[in-house]
């Protein structure tokens, strides 16, 4: 992630937290920009085009918040990307923002790769290990991958617990090699 998105990205949350916004009106709105955004190639050429005046870019942003009713605060920011020819990173920017609130919130994305779909039962288990094992309230995006053979590989941040059977087998490989 750019140094610039992260800057964006905890500015509008500043913004968000200071002024107690209700987030998961945002979050809505946020999707309803992005669903636009990517539903017109026009707009985003436009939008990202030098050519085109950074004034007249706003003014077609405040034609579409005519409809979609952003808060003046998500209109600002996406003002100011375009005033900064930064709008064309807009969906990095609010993914950042995202994460920004989850972890003022003590929310810890987690990614957990499986190598079979999981019980709803089994996966609220497992969610409830793993919140125990990152010490907060997890927010938990699952993901097959068939070639991790069997067992879990849990990515909280950076650390990667890996109690995949590919895993082991690596690490008895490295065992036998260097023993």
Do not use: C, H
């Not at 919130?105 to 957990?112: A, T, Y």
């Not at 995949?164 to 065992?175: D, M, Q, Y």
Request: hydrophobic share 45%; proline share 1%; net charge positive.
């Amino acid at each position: 992630m750019a140094a610039f998105v992260a800057r964006y990205a905890r500015a509008f949350a500043d913004v968000v937290t200071q002024e107690k916004l209700d987030t998961a009106a945002l979050d809505r709105q946020m999707d309803d920009f992005l669903l636009t955004w990517d539903a017109s190639a026009e707009l985003r050429d436009l939008f990202v085009n030098p050519a085109v005046a950074a004034l007249q870019k706003v003014a077609v942003l405040d034609k579409m918040n005519a409809k979609l009713g952003l808060r003046k605060e998500l209109r600002n920011l996406l003002a100011i990307l375009i005033n900064n020819d930064r709008i064309g990173d807009v969906r990095e920017v609010v993914l950042a923002y995202r994460a920004e609130m989850q972890e003022r919130q003590g929310i810890r994305s987690v990614e957990i790769v499986t190598a079979r779909e999981l019980s709803e039962k089994y996966r609220t288990g497992l969610m409830a290990g793993v919140g125990k094992l990152a010490g907060a309230e997890i927010q938990a995006s699952f993901k097959l991958d068939k070639s991790i053979l069997g067992g879990t590989v849990v990515r909280i941040g950076s650390t990667v617990y890996d109690g995949s059977v590919r895993g082991r087998l690596e690490r008895l490989k490295e065992a036998l090699v260097a023993g």
